[in-house]
T-cell receptor
Framework: NAGVTQTPKFQVLKTGQSMTLQCAQD?????MSWYRQDPGMGLRLIHY???????DQGEVPNGYNVSRSTTEDFPLRLLSAAPSQTSVYFC????????????FGSGTRLTVV | RKEVEQDPGPFNVPEGATVAFNCTYS??????FFWYRQDCRKEPKLLMS???SGNEDGRFTAQLNRASQYISLLIRDSKLSDSATYLC?????????????FGTGTRLQVTL
């Protein structure tokens, strides 16, 4: 099993550019989410999905869009990158809403210059 | 006040030592509790769930004190490979309304 696969691992963007971070899981998990991790801030929830076709905002959704057309995939789109979006992004999936523990992808290190 | 608070450390301990971390949470409605481990520049990985009666997994013991609203993680006979950041996670709500909150982590460095 691949678990949760995130691509790319590293990315440098210029301010104003857009891009999509990919996330795929092969565990048939209904629940998927995106977090960002910044020094001293802990993991903060950006968006989450409880199943195909259903998404909702987390704690820090501004500047990001998501969609969930299949159970397996949950891409995160940065609409117009800003330096404040420089961070490490993790995708996670679980049975239920994390109450059985999350499986995380290996992360995407994004730098916006 | 943060919903989940941890001492950031670092805790520097010699190999073989016993070390304990605490984590406090502010919402008394919190229902589930976990410890995750995160190695440097890696993703968090579930270490163990924390049950009301306390639970043990090898050298690791987790305990929950609902009255004082804290959870703890005890590591006995520390190994060099235990060096990592330990994240406390608290959930509240149920089903699709469940909300997880991560602490900022406690860094452990085990030395020779």
């Amino acid at each position: 099993n691949a678990g949760v696969t995130q691509t790319p691992k590293f990315q440098v963007l210029k301010t104003g550019q857009s891009m999509t971070l990919q996330c795929a899981q092969d565990m048939n998990h209904e629940y998927m989410s995106w977090y960002r991790q910044d020094p001293g801030m802990g993991l903060r929830l950006i968006h989450y999905s409880v199943g195909a076709g259903i998404t909702d905002q987390g704690e820090v959704p501004n500047g990001y869009n998501v969609s969930r057309s299949t159970t397996e995939d949950f891409p995160l789109r940065l609409l117009s990158a800003a330096p404040s979006q420089t961070s490490v992004y993790f995708c996670a999936s679980s049975y239920g809403a994390g109450i059985y523990g999350y499986t995380f992808g290996s992360g995407t290190r994004l730098t916006v210059v | 006040r943060k919903e989940v608070e941890q001492d950031p450390g670092p805790f520097n301990v010699p190999e073989g030592a016993t070390v304990a971390f605490n984590c406090t949470y502010s919402n008394s409605a919190s229902q589930s509790f976990f410890w995750y481990r995160q190695d440097c520049r890696k993703e968090p990985k579930l270490l163990m769930s924390v049950y009301s009666s306390g639970n043990e997994d090898g050298r690791f013991t987790a305990q929950l004190n609902r009255a004082s609203q804290y959870i703890s993680l005890l590591i006995r006979d520390s190994k060099l490979s235990d060096s990592a950041t330990y994240l406390c996670v608290v959930t509240r709500g149920t089903g699709t309304a469940s909300k997880l909150t991560f602490g900022t982590g406690t860094r452990l460095q085990v030395t020779l």
